[in-house]
T-cell receptor, first 115, second 112 residues
Framework: DVKVTQSSRYLVKRTGEKVFLECVQD?????MFWYRQDPGLGLRLIYF?????MKEKGDIPEGYSVSREKKERFSLILESASTNQTSMYLC???WGLGTISYEQYFGPGTRLTVT | QKEVEQNSGPLSVPEGAIASLNCTYS??????FFWYRQYSGKSPELIMF????GDKEDGRFTAQLNKASQYVSLLIRDSQPSDSATYLC????????????FGTGTRLTIIP
């Protein structure tokens, strides 16, 4: 069974704080992704990584950074949290080798509230 | 800009009937297609994937793909109240390191 875990289910932070969200997968997947999901807006890709130390901007990277030092771990960093970053954050992973895009497996999500 | 479009619903279906969910995609080069189920407050869960034209069946679920029409559908037979959720359609490209493009989802309600 594929397992993607996220460091927290619920998190409350203050405006201006630095926030770390961590994701770990146990399937030796090459690709890892960070999304946020807001009502009416669907899933929006923040960043993804297709290899260790590699990263690509998604659709909404502003205000976020990422780190992937080990294959199984992908961290999302909010350098200075703002109230408009209150959201559900979802991590996902997938196989990355081959000539098609494979299914992504999601972690349970972190509901972040910035006050 | 690659797009995946779904009717947002809500789609209401009586218990025991067939629920039909539809999705169209803009990138003719898309090669892989996925259906996810998402319960309120939970993360998306993969229920089906399909790569080839035609039908793919798994239990009560059937995914249908028509590449010429750029159309993917999901049929749920013998719908149960536990099928009430939002269903996300996603399309993938030609490379393993490509991201998926997700639709915004269709909310399905099964009426007992």
């Amino acid at each position: 069974d594929v397992k993607v875990t996220q460091s927290s289910r619920y998190l409350v932070k203050r405006t201006g704080e630095k926030v770390f969200l961590e994701c770990v997968q146990d399937m030796d997947h090459e690709n890892m992704f960070w999304y946020r999901q807001d009502p009416g807006l669907g899933l929006r890709l923040i960043y993804f990584s297709y290899d260790v130390k590699m990263k690509e901007k998604g659709d909404i990277p502003e205000g976020y950074s990422v780190s992937r030092e080990k294959k199984e771990r992908f961290s999302l960093i909010l350098e200075s949290a703002s109230t408009n970053q209150t959201s559900m954050y979802l991590c996902a992973s997938s196989w990355g080798l081959g000539t098609i895009s494979y299914e992504q497996y999601f972690g349970p999500g972190t509901r972040l509230t910035v006050t | 800009q690659k797009e995946v479009e779904q009717n947002s619903g809500p789609l209401s279906v009586p218990e025991g009937a067939i629920a039909s969910l539809n999705c169209t995609y803009s990138d003719r080069g898309s090669q892989s297609f996925f259906w996810y189920r998402q319960y309120s407050g939970k993360s998306p869960e993969l229920i089906m994937f399909i790569y080839s034209n035609g039908d793919k069946e798994d239990g009560r679920f059937t995914a249908q793909l028509n590449k010429a029409s750029q159309y993917v559908s999901l049929l749920i037979r013998d719908s149960q109240p536990s099928d009430s959720a939002t269903y996300l359609c996603a399309a993938g490209g030609n490379f393993g390191n490509e991201k998926l493009t997700f639709g915004t989802g269709t909310r399905l309600t099964i009426i007992p």
